[in-house]
């Protein structure tokens, strides 16, 4: 069964600071989520990684993944407030009980302060 | 173009009582997936819908169940309420299997 773990679980970051939040996946997933979720809200599609060495840049969140790993990496540049939310990654695999369904890591809180 | 939308908004039922979620999923999309998110267990797959036809389902007990409309909007329906039941219902919809999905707003489920 594939097992998704995140870490660090809670993140708490200086304006202007860089940090990486990690996702690691316990079998073989073709593909790789990140979403981000505020307070009461739903979650907001960031990026979709599909292939090894993937990587995926928006503003200053940068995605990239590494199948042979089973890591994932979200790597915030010079971080401020508006980032301030909880960040899930997600795998899927291809086939058996886990076809068709995300796995969901539990979340990184990230807050951001000045 | 209109995203996921669920209703309602917010739910508050009854222990042992009935609940009924529902979902449209984007235009287009045929696939349509329900996740629960419970306060201390993170977001939890229930069901995966896709053309009519139930395809995968979560670690739920039967009183939990679903269904798809021709108009590939999809209910969700909780039987016989517990207070651990409480929690935000999330809906997503997909183009095809595996496919990016794309989530709503939610419905929040208290049972009391």
């Known amino acids: 069964e594939l097992k998704v773990e995140q870490n660090p679980l809670f993140l708490s970051m200086q304006e202007g600071k860089n940090y990486t939040i990690y996702c690691n996946y316990s079998?073989?997933?073709?593909?790789l989520y990140w979403y981000r979720q505020d307070p009461g809200k739903s979650l907001e599609s960031l990026f979709v990684l599909l292939s090894n060495g993937a990587v995926k840049q928006e503003g200053r969140l940068m995605a990239s993944l590494d199948t042979k790993a089973r890591l994932s990496t979200l790597h915030i540049t010079a971080a401020v407030h508006d980032l301030s939310a909880t960040y899930f990654c997600a795998a899927c695999n291809a086939g058996g009980t886990s076809y068709g369904k995300l796995t969901f890591g539990q979340g990184t809180i990230l807050t951001v302060h000045p | 173009e209109a995203g996921v939308t669920q209703s309602p908004t917010h739910l508050i039922k009854t222990r042992g009582q009935q609940a009924t979620l529902r979902c449209s999923p984007i235009s287009g999309h045929t696939s349509v997936y329900w996740y629960q998110q419970a306060l201390g267990l993170g977001l939890q797959f229930l069901l995966w819908?896709?053309?009519?036809?139930?395809?995968n389902r979560g670690n739920f007990p039967p009183r939990f169940s679903g269904r798809q409309f021709p108009n590939y909007s999809s209910e969700l329906n909780v039987n016989a309420l517990e207070l651990e039941d409480s929690a935000l219902y999330l809906c997503?919809?997909?183009?095809?299997?595996?496919?990016?999905?794309?989530f709503g707003q939610g419905t929040r489920l208290t049972v009391v």
């Open positions: 079998t073989t997933s073709d593909r």
């Open positions: 997503a919809s997909s183009l095809e299997d595996r496919a990016e999905a794309f």
């Open positions: 819908y896709d053309e009519g036809e139930e395809r």
